[in-house]
């Protein structure tokens, strides 16, 4: 339920909502608006009347939220979330692009991609350590030594790096090196690691399983508010249908569904949503057009010779092709990319290795 306060509420009044709603067995989530201060009650509340709530000092109306994802939704929080990731702001009227490889592979590999991307206009970098492949057999990602080379590219481009979670006791070493941790489709709703990048501080970007529903994603995303996390963005990277012409099917309805359902940022992956780098730029248009926040594209300088995923790369031309077309459509739409404030172009290959 939602316990709406009176504009110039007191903090005393505030606090003593707070207090009623631990004494119901219930948690309070805070949301400070520009003219509400509105304060959610999360549980069982199916037994505890709204009553008790409508009467205490400096409350103006008492909601229930229909919807079973209670701090996701629209009706908790009306306004779109909007929060910075280092240097830019996702969730606003900007578009935000992600783009790198799907994994990275070696430190030349990441750092020419990284430079390739940050030139093309890419605001952070993606790259998997940790893959979540398949097959056992295939490539499994190089672990923290990934990490550290990505750490590298974000020195020198000035990028935040985004970086798939697949394990529990990730989660030290990736606050060491990461920027935004990625929950993958495979994991959205391995509840444990979900209540754990919860308990963190750090941005998290989680995609939709590709079996999942929108109200399951949506579900899964309110295990990571609920811990106290509120800086989620959710990833629409196509699911599972009778089609084989692509890898997955674009649910291009998921946008405006999610956006009319939830407050947070909604980003779309046309790399994995189509499995074919001839397809991507097209579904990416698309996905701003329908009203996506941002996208995160799978670039790679080689994509023949890639060890994951490369059937679905864009090299750096067509990925910076893939920007200026997104870039035209946003505008159409009355929105813009985000500005790339940063340094664009660093050499950063000719950069001596210290070891
Ligand atoms: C990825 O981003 O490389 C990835 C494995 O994505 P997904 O979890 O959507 O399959
Ligand atoms: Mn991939």
């Keep these: 339920m939602m316990i709406i306060m009176k504009p110039g509420s007191t903090q005393a009044e505030v606090e003593h909502v707070i207090e009623h709603i631990k004494a119901n067995g219930l948690t309070p989530h805070v949301s400070v608006g520009e003219d509400h201060t509105v304060i959610g009650a999360v549980g069982d509340t199916h037994a505890v009347p709204i009553e008790i709530f409508d009467f205490l000092e400096g409350v103006e109306s008492v909601v229930r939220i229909s919807q079973p994802f209670k701090l996701a939704s629209r009706q908790f929080h009306p306004k779109n979330s909007v929060f910075p990731l280092d240097g830019f702001t996702i969730g606003g009227n900007d578009i935000v692009v992600i783009a790198g490889p799907c994994s990275v592979e070696s430190r030349v590999q990441m750092l020419e991609t990284a430079q390739a991307v940050r030139e093309a206009g890419a605001h952070a970098l993606r790259g998997g350590a940790f893959k979540p492949r398949t097959s056992p057999y295939t490539f499994q990602g190089l ?124 980003i779309l992956d046309p790399s994995h949503s189509t499995g074919h780098a001839d397809y991507v730029t097209a579904i990416a248009r698309a996905a701003i057009a329908a009203g996506a926040d941002g996208l995160i594209v799978e670039v790679h300088p080689d994509p023949a010779h890639a060890l994951s995923d490369g059937r679905q790369s864009l090299k750096p031309e067509k990925f910076a092709e893939l920007v200026k077309q997104v870039g035209q459509i946003a505008e159409v739409m009355g929105r813009k990319l985000a500005p790339v404030n940063k340094p664009q172009k660093s050499n950063l290959l000719e950069k001596p290795k210290e070891d």
Excluded: W
């Excluded at 990505?150 to 985004?162: D, N, W």
């Excluded at 090196?177 to 994991?187: E, F, S």
């Excluded at 990571?224 to 099917?249: D, Y």
């Design 143 to 266: 672990g923290e030594e990934g990490l550290e080379l990505l750490a590298e590219a974000r020195q020198l481009t000035g990028m935040p790096v985004v970086v798939e979670i697949t394990s529990l006791t990730q989660v030290e070493v990736m606050e060491k090196y990461v920027d935004i941790l990625q929950i993958g489709a495979r994991n959205m709703q391995n509840f444990a690691l979900l209540s754990t990048v919860g308990q963190t501080q750090m941005p998290v970007l989680l995609k939709r399983g590709m079996s999942a529903t929108i109200e399951e994603l949506l579900m899964a995303s309110e295990y990571i508010l609920s811990g106290g996390n509120q800086r989620v963005m959710l990833c629409e990277r196509g699911i599972r249908t009778f089609e084989t012409a692509t890898r997955n099917t674009t649910d291009i309805n998921a946008i405006p569904v999610l956006k009319s359902m939830t407050h947070l940022p909604v």
